[in-house]
């Protein structure tokens, strides 16, 4: 039976008055290479073929702690929520999202998450279904390759973050990483499209705080947590209109269009 290692930790986060995001990290346990892959079938929300598939312990002990903490979470903040009618699916570019397990008859819109994990910890974000929602966090001194700059940006913004990567080695980089990710998630596309469309930083090197993709307007919040090491961490979010919260399909996720 798989149970976590250490405790759940809510971190503080500044929001707007009316957005309702909810923020919790949890350490990953330690594996080495061969080291025998754990059970977790007993854990709520995970799918029992997906996790069979995994070929180290290291996948199968981010994904349970990634779910532990998704569902821990879950019943904390939507207590009215019954979990075990609850699953979790992915839509057409592959981003998770909760749905009502078929045969529950029940419609009613529900929370939406991003989940990410970096060396040591997995972070969860959640909120209301008025919003969707990215999170991304990495290690402020993983090493980066030169050539990820032309896969993340183009033209201005290349010279802008070839600055940063100057003055913040590394740590530059995967701050910039990280802001990126959290938009792609928030929009619910993943790598569908790339990095290089949405642009993130200011005249003065400075992270925008809201950013603009083909009409969409995502607020963008990124900090340094310190931890065991130091990580880089962005949290991107957007609203839904209401007409497109009325859509709402029976899975319980909003339209992204």
């Not at 979010?237 to 899975?251: G, N, P, T």
Request: charged share 25%; net charge neutral; hydrophobic share 40%.
């Amino acid at each position: 039976m798989w149970i976590p290692c250490a405790e759940i930790n809510e971190l503080n986060f500044d929001f707007q008055e009316d957005v309702k995001i909810v923020l919790n990290i949890l350490k990953i346990r330690n594996t080495k290479i061969g080291d025998e892959i754990p059970d977790i079938s007993n854990l709520e929300l995970v799918n029992i073929d997906e996790i069979s598939r995994f070929k180290t312990a290291k996948r199968a002990e981010e994904h349970a702690a990634g779910r532990f903490l998704l569902h821990e979470m879950l019943m904390k903040y939507y207590p009215s929520i019954e979990d075990s009618f609850v699953e979790i699916s992915r839509d057409v570019n592959r981003a998770p999202y909760f749905k009502w397990i078929e045969g529950t008859f029940n419609c009613s819109p529900l929370p939406n998450f991003s989940i990410s994990t970096s060396g040591d910890f997995v972070i969860v974000a959640l909120c209301s279904s008025r919003y969707t929602i990215g999170v991304d966090i990495e290690k402020l001194n993983q090493k980066r390759s030169y050539s990820l700059f032309d896969f993340l940006s183009t033209g201005k913004e290349l010279e802008q973050i070839k600055k940063l990567y100057q003055i913040n080695d590394n740590s530059g980089i995967n701050k910039f990483w990280t802001a990126k990710e959290s938009i792609l998630k928030a929009l619910r596309l993943g790598m569908s499209i790339s990095p290089t469309r949405i642009k993130i930083i200011d005249e003065n090197l400075n992270y925008k705080s809201i950013i603009e993709y083909e009409g969409a307007y995502l607020h963008l919040k990124t900090q340094i947590l310190k931890l065991n090491e130091d990580y880089s961490f962005s949290l991107a979010f957007k609203k839904i209109s209401h007409s497109k919260i009325a859509q709402v399909r029976i899975a319980g996720i909003e339209p992204t269009t």
